[in-house]
């Protein structure tokens, strides 16, 4: 159910009520464990088989404070419940308490009803169509994270019939939110629909990619050398692999046994005299087609802004560049944009540092602005920085997270109890990324060494909420380690003729847990009963009721009643 937004003159007073039951003043410690979903035991469940006794505790020990919430598909604004969840709209229905139309969806629309070529964004690139190029660069796949790639088609479609006349794509290949080893045919998809358009008279070709993990899509300013690869091979056309099409690249760059599709390396497509077939140059047009932000912002600001020094850019041509969506709502990143982003307003973020609410929010690099950025609505920056204080520590550079699967879990959950104990904080949030970020790797061994450093993180969280006498309220945002292999439709893995099975390196459709507690938790308070389809963006309104205040009616209804104990 979305959620019922005041009407225009209706009153929106930022003073949020005294909760009738529920006292303020008590630490309120909010963990996300990133990639955490509840599937039955399992094998290939590395949640279940890693060693989590502080989360088995949350579970067995307080049935009436645990429970599961959806995060994925409708409940968190995706297009259908066939869309599993993900982290930007996982933290944006947590801290929004919410239900937006998400990128996704507006996309969909837009495209369906062609107003996204009568967009300023549109009219904007158009104007480079007579004399330059249309470049479209984003991840190749139909994850439906980031992007899909029946949008993709549509707007190649779109964009030829409103006069593009060459148009050059830069692919980035997939294998996270989809198998690996898809890229070839999603290559090759991508090929017939160029051919169809060169049919009709259109320029149309692959010029450059790379996977998305070594090109490209780098995040939250963790490695600015990833973009820097991309550009190398988008804007200048310099790659040391090079190829007479994509199709051929991504195949032979796969025969090395190491290799994958989140982690090719950059290639450029040559023409028959051996020169790149599609530079960026001064004049042409460039669209980048992802929906999700946090993995173009990077791309967006060396394509933008005039004064960059991240890394040497070599050339920075003129060229007009609209992003699928406006990416960064406080930076106004890219300026132009074919789609309006979701309108998240009124965050629970913002509620509370106008309620006097003293916040800590703490992850690493990679996870950083999933607390920050995604929890307040796509933006980016403190309400209050007298109020707020964001820490970011440095994520693992330069390796895949199987390598080092406990990541950074108990530093960030070391910052936290500092934090909780320091008594300057009356929210501390955080979010652990292990069980995500190593399960995307599909290296079973590693995430079960990830989860039990997530379930070890949670205890020294939980530990200082006990030594203050705080409450915490531990979820996730999706679901993703509890379920590690490619299944047939009964739910029995899949396996080869040789009995290998494949692993699943996406996240999944599974739901989530909750679990509240604490000293500082009203013996009275309990999950209600009545919200068997709550989701995500019920928490928001939960967790502002733990710090003693009453929900803004608009949002989603709070998970907990408050009973009054006898004395
Ligand atoms: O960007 C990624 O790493 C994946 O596509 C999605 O993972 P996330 O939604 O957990 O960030
Ligand atoms: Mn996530
Ligand atoms: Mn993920």
């Not at 239900?99 to 837009?110: M, N, T």
């Not at 070594?214 to 991309?230: F, H, L, P, S």
């Not at 459709?509 to 709550?534: K, M, Q, S």
């Amino acid at each position: 159910m979305m959620a019922r937004r005041p009407g225009a003159g209706e009153e929106r007073p930022w003073k949020l009520a005294e909760h009738a039951r529920l006292g303020k003043g008590k630490v309120v410690g909010v963990v996300v464990l990133d990639g955490w979903g509840e599937a039955p035991p399992d094998p290939f469940n590395c949640i279940h088989v890693a060693d989590t006794p502080t989360l088995d505790a949350l579970k067995k020990g307080a049935p009436e404070r645990w429970r599961l919430i959806k995060a994925h598909g409708t409940a968190v604004g995706l297009p259908t419940d066939d869309d599993m969840g993900n982290s930007e709209v996982g933290h944006n229905a947590l801290g929004a308490g919410q239900i937006y139309a998400q990128g996704a969806k507006l996309v969909d629309l837009a495209l369906a009803s062609g107003k996204i070529y009568e967009g300023e964004g549109f009219k904007y690139i158009q104007q480079s169509f007579e004399t330059g190029t249309l470049h479209l660069i984003g991840l190749l796949s139909d994850g439906g994270v980031h992007s899909r790639i029946d949008q993709l088609q549509l707007l190649l479609k779109g964009a030829s019939e409103h006069g593009a006349k060459r148009i050059r794509v830069h692919i980035l290949t997939d294998g996270r939110d989809v198998l690996d080893g898809s890229s070839v045919t999603f290559v090759e998809t991508l090929e017939n629909d160029l051919a169809k358009l060169r049919e009709k008279g259109v320029d149309a070709r692959i010029a450059s990619g790379g996977g998305r993990m070594y090109v490209t899509m780098d995040r939250y300013e963790n490695d600015w050398q990833v973009v820097k690869r991309g550009w190398d091979a988008q804007v200048l056309g310099e790659t040391p692999h090079k190829f007479p099409s994509a199709l051929e690249a991504v195949k032979k760059l796969r025969d090395d046994p190491k290799a994958n599709d989140q982690y090719l390396p950059p290639f450029v497509v040559l023409d028959e005299s051996g020169k790149p077939v599609g530079p960026i140059v001064d004049g042409d047009a460039v669209v980048t087609f992802n929906f999700r932000a946090d993995r173009m912002v990077m791309l967006a600001k060396a394509l933008e802004y005039e004064d960059f020094d991240k890394f040497d850019r070599v050339r920075f041509p003129r060229i007009r560049y609209a992003g699928m969506l406006q990416y960064d709502g406080e930076l106004k990143l890219p300026s132009h944009y074919l789609v309006a982003p979701p309108e998240i307003e009124r965050t629970s973020g913002e509620y509370l540092a106008r309620n006097g609410v003293r916040t800590y929010a703490c992850s690493e690099t990679v996870k950083f602005g999933h607390v920050t950025f995604f929890w307040n609505g796509n933006r980016s920056g403190y309400f209050n920085p007298n109020l707020e204080r964001y820490e970011e520590i440095p994520s693992d550079t330069g390796i895949p997270f199987n390598v080092q699967p406990r990541m950074k879990a108990v530093e960030v959950a070391e910052k936290a109890r500092d934090a909780i104990l320091s008594g300057k904080f009356d929210q501390v949030r955080v979010n652990i990324p292990n069980a995500d970020m190593v399960g995307h790797t599909g290296d079973l061994e590693a995430t079960i060494v990830g989860c039990k450093a997530a379930d070890e993180a949670v205890k020294i969280i939980l530990d200082a909420i006990e030594q203050v006498g705080g409450i915490f309220v531990v979820t996730a945002d999706h679901g993703n380690a509890e379920d590690m292999v490619k299944r047939d439709k009964s739910g029995k893995p899949i396996r080869d003729k040789d009995g290998n099975v494949q692993p699943l390196t996406s996240h999944t459709l599974n739901p989530v847990p909750i679990a509240i507690g604490g000293p500082g938790l009203a013996p009275g308070a309990t999950f209600r009963e009545d919200l068997p389809d709550a989701g995500l963006a019920n928490v928001a309104a939960t967790v502002i009721n733990l710090h003693g205040f009453e929900a803004p009616h608009h949002y989603e209804p709070t998970l907990i009643q408050v009973s009054p104990v006898p004395f």
